[in-house]
């Protein structure tokens, strides 16, 4: 039986969340402002089913297809909203779930550091494949699971907050994402990611 693990529509996709889809993705690479759905499923292997039904029911392009043993994750979008929340009908026509079948995201951990060293500074940078973080920045780190909602989480922690993606990785047993700034700013992007995740219904 297949499980709905995340289901989550992006609006428009944010300038910094597009490039770094673009910068380390494999698939047909975003542009801000476009469209976007991230399904993440298990088992893994049945992501391939998902994405062939999404592209011949719609216009939409895949940037991300991950196949893990446990778990399955894709991301469509197009810049036509309509075509993208179409994808996501056949999506779950397909699987026999509701949007509401999906698992509700849980925050499994929420740190900011603050006033970061230099030598803590370098070690993240050579880590990421986003922005740099620099040296008395605030950092923000977040750990959801399912992993998949840490995209939605990073999306409007951008569209609230003047901040740098530092990394995002929404896939795998947890999602993981790195965000750099003032200390404000990194408090204002904090609380919109937070909240949204928060405010997500599921199961």
């Given at each position: 039986?297949?499980?709905?693990?995340?289901?989550?529509f992006?609006?428009?996709?944010?300038?910094?969340?597009?490039?770094?889809?673009?910068?380390t993705?494999?698939?047909?690479?975003?542009?801000?402002?476009?469209?976007?759905?991230?399904?993440?499923?298990?088992?893994?292997?049945?992501i391939?089913?998902?994405?062939?039904?999404?592209?011949?029911?719609?216009?939409?392009?895949?940037?991300?297809?991950?196949?893990?043993?446990?778990?399955?994750?894709?991301?469509?979008?197009?810049h036509?909203?309509g075509?993208v929340?179409?994808?996501?009908?056949h999506?779950?026509?397909?699987?026999?779930?509701?949007?509401?079948?999906?698992?509700?995201?849980?925050?499994?951990?929420?740190?900011i550091?603050?006033?970061?060293?230099?030598?803590q500074?370098?070690?993240?940078?050579?880590?990421?494949?986003?922005?740099?973080?620099?040296?008395?920045?605030?950092?923000f780190?977040?750990?959801?699971?399912?992993?998949?909602?840490?995209?939605?989480?990073?999306?409007?922690?951008?569209?609230?907050?003047?901040?740098?993606?530092?990394?995002?990785?929404?896939?795998?047993?947890?999602?993981?994402?790195?965000?750099?700034?003032?200390?404000?700013?990194?408090?204002?992007?904090?609380?919109?990611?937070?909240?949204?995740?928060?405010?997500?219904?599921?199961v």
């Open positions: 039986m297949t499980s709905l693990r995340t289901y989550v992006l609006d428009s996709l944010q300038p910094q969340l597009a490039s770094f889809i673009g910068k993705a494999r698939g047909f690479l975003p542009i801000p402002e476009m469209a976007s759905l991230f399904v993440e499923i298990a088992p893994g292997i049945a391939n089913r998902v994405t062939d039904v999404a592209l011949k029911a719609t216009t939409v392009v895949p940037a991300v297809q991950v196949v893990e043993r446990a778990y399955g994750l894709l991301e469509v979008h197009d036509d909203k075509e929340l179409k994808a996501g009908e999506i779950l026509r397909y699987l026999g779930l509701k949007e509401e079948e999906r698992m509700k995201p849980k925050i499994v951990s929420n740190q550091i603050r006033a970061i060293e230099p030598y500074a370098q070690i993240i940078n050579r880590n990421s494949a986003g922005m740099m973080i620099l040296p008395g920045q605030s950092l780190i977040l750990e959801t699971e399912p992993a998949g909602y840490v995209a939605f989480a990073a999306n409007e922690a951008e569209k609230a907050a003047h901040i740098y993606l530092v990394n995002v990785r929404p896939y795998g047993s947890f999602g993981r994402l790195w965000l750099s700034g003032t200390e404000a700013e990194i408090d204002s992007a904090a609380e919109a990611a937070v909240g949204v995740l928060e405010a997500l219904t599921g």
